[in-house]
């Protein structure tokens, strides 16, 4: 329910509560209309917004599978890890030569500044100084080639262990222990539960008010619904239902729903009048749904009523009242007070 028509119910309550009076020994309350937001209710399905697959990277043999389907993952665990030895082979090698490559820098810095010194004192000529700074050039270079080569080495290795990437649960598994894998081959399939969304299509006569108002709530159940955290409207529409499909996303939290669920997604598209009553004066007898109505000389009706939708402490009342007449808000009351009168 929006924020703004849960502030217009509960101001109602409050006044409704002020003006209950006592007739023909009756607490009454009158029947109001209220201005409230006007919805298009639609058919939805619950997704997750993180879902993914994890592929590998490299070819090589799974050696550990750490999860299985529908356990939760927590974010960055292992989930998976090939065999390594190669690859902490090529890394140690490159390690190697990135420590040789520095020493050598640093010789060709000393032996830079060497020369430098003598060239300053004239005592060598300017092709030895120029020689010197050529090595120096040149063992940077080396330095960074080993440096890009003992990063390439880190990656290959970091590829052997396979991390989750959001927190979420396992759907499906891919592979088994002992496989032996390819570049760009499935692994693991997951989704995330911290961010769901439900995902409707609405009819083109319906896109330009739920463009306007941005608002909807995700109802979950007949007696639960949640406002929408936003929504987003695609720009075209289906070229064979002509329907825009929507996104409506959910904050984040537990509401017992899960990907792939239907539920129901209430847009707003405008405003209007509601006929409201307290939910207390409202009576069921078999079939028949009323209330019982207070004249103004005292006396008391039972009468029958259609409502619509019920919000907190009130109900939309259909049908069979008009707004201002008087319901009494104790029924068992209103029924003796009933049979006294005749």
Not at 199 to 225: C, E, L, M, Y
Not at 258 to 285: H, Q
């Amino acid at each position: 329910m929006s924020s703004k028509l849960t502030s217009w119910l509960i101001g109602i309550a409050c006044l409704s509560a002020n003006q209950i009076i006592v007739a023909a020994d009756l607490a009454v309350v009158a029947a109001q209309q209220v201005p409230s937001k006007q919805e298009r209710v639609f058919d939805a399905v619950i997704e997750a917004v993180h879902q993914s697959t994890v592929s590998s990277q490299l070819v090589g043999r799974v050696v550990e599978i750490n999860y299985d389907v529908d356990d939760f993952v927590p974010k960055d665990s292992v989930i998976l890890r090939f065999r390594d030895s190669e690859q902490r082979a090529r890394y140690g090698q490159a390690k190697a030569g990135q420590q040789e490559a520095r020493a050598r820098l640093k010789e060709a810095e000393d032996e830079f500044k060497r020369i430098k010194d003598i060239y300053n004192k004239k005592l060598v000529s300017k092709a030895e100084l120029d020689k010197a700074d050529t090595a120096l050039k040149a063992a940077k270079a080396r330095v960074e080639a080993a440096n890009a080569k003992l990063a390439e080495a880190k990656e290959q290795l970091d590829n052997t262990v396979i991390k989750a990437p959001f927190p979420g649960i396992v759907t499906e598994r891919h592979v088994e222990v002992g496989e032996t894998v390819g570049v760009g081959q499935a692994l693991m399939t997951g989704f995330s539960y911290e961010h769901l969304r439900a995902t409707t299509q609405i009819p083109q006569a319906f896109v330009t008010a739920v463009r306007a108002h941005g608002k909807a709530r995700v109802i979950i159940n007949d007696a639960s619904s949640v406002d929408a955290e936003s929504l987003r409207v695609f720009p075209i529409a289906d070229d064979r239902s002509h329907s825009f499909n929507v996104r409506v996303a959910l904050p984040q939290n537990d509401y017992g729903v899960y990907p792939g669920m239907f539920v129901k997604v209430a847009f707003v598209t405008g405003e209007v009048d509601r006929l409201l009553i307290n939910a207390d004066a409202v009576v069921s007898r078999s079939e028949l749904t009323g209330v019982y109505v207070v004249a103004e000389d005292g006396r008391v009706s039972l009468r029958q009523i259609r409502i619509g939708r019920r919000t907190d402490n009130q109900v939309e009342v259909l049908a069979g009242l008009e707004a201002g007449e008087q319901v009494a808000i104790d029924p068992i009351a209103a029924v003796i007070q009933l049979k006294q009168q005749r």
